[in-house]
């Protein structure tokens, strides 16, 4: 399970104070559930996914995990850009106790970048970062996926392969999903909660969470 518990975000904005971007969130997230989060651009949707993963604190509140969460899936952030691919693959082989040469196999054959795995992760184009995060998050075998919008990067086939290991070898894992699309959120979650004025209201159905979506 996943528990966010009277969860809020504040930023120090400059010349206007302090701005609260989500207010006492509280939010479950059980084994296998597939549940999309909804809102307008800077509703708050993408602060919630980073402090579900870890890679931003919460200003009060917390969040309980019982369940391995990724960091948000092509998030690129935590490479230090200086050193090669196959460093910060090393790195984070370390840091989760997996085998690296296994690892390095399978992210070189899934994130196909060649050569460039082994120059500097900064000469990589965004394209080319978001490939790479996402063969080391699949990699990764986590209870719980969290997906920010950016969920394919690449070519048709290579959009497959990702729907492939996501939606199909992973079937039974929890996904987070922020976007957009509300076709692909109808075909894939099977839960929904919207964001708006900092507030989250979880919804009885994915269609009444697109409902409510569509109007505000």
Same mark, same amino acid.
């Given at each position: ?6 969860? &809020? ?8 104070? !302090?701005?609260?971007?989500?207010? @006492?969130? %509280? ?13 307008? %651009?800077?509703?708050? *949707?993408?602060?919630? =996914? ?10 009060? @509140? ?25 460093? %910060?693959? *090393?790195? !984070?082989? $370390? !840091?989760?106790? #997996?085998?690296?040469?296994?690892? $390095?196999? /399978?992210? +070189? +054959? /899934? ?5 460039? #795995?082994?120059?500097? &992760? ?13 063969? #080391?998050? !699949?990699? =990764? ?5 969290? =997906? ?9 086939? /290579? ?7 996501? /939606?199909? *070898? ?5 996904? &987070? ?19 708006? %004025? ?12 697109? +409902? =409510?979506?569509?109007?505000?």
């Amino acid at each position: 399970m996943i528990h966010c518990i009277d969860v &809020v975000k504040e930023y120090h904005v400059a010349g206007r104070g !302090i701005r609260r971007v989500l207010d @006492g969130v %509280n939010l479950d997230v059980e084994p296998g559930q597939k549940l999309a989060v909804l809102g307008r %651009n800077g509703a708050g *949707k993408s602060t919630l =996914i980073k402090i579900i993963g870890g890679v931003e604190l919460a200003t009060a @509140g917390k969040v309980e995990r019982t369940m391995s969460v990724s960091w948000p899936l092509a998030f690129g952030g935590a490479f230090q850009g200086s050193l090669t691919g196959l460093d %910060n693959l *090393k790195f !984070i082989t $370390r !840091i989760y106790g #997996l085998d690296y040469q296994h690892t $390095r196999d /399978f992210v +070189d +054959d /899934f994130a196909e970048l060649g050569s460039q #795995l082994a120059e500097p &992760v900064k000469t990589y184009s965004s394209g080319m970062r978001a490939r790479l995060a996402f063969a #080391l998050t !699949i990699a =990764i075998e986590f209870d719980c996926y969290l =997906i920010d919008e950016v969920i394919m990067v690449g070519d048709q086939r /290579f959009f497959r392969r990702c729907q492939d290991e996501l /939606f199909e *070898k992973r079937a039974d894992r929890a996904l &987070v999903i922020v976007s957009h699309d509300m076709s692909f959120i109808r075909d894939v979650c099977d839960s929904a909660a919207v964001i708006h %004025n900092s507030q989250l209201e979880m919804c009885g159905t994915v269609g009444e969470a697109v +409902d =409510i979506y569509n109007h505000l």
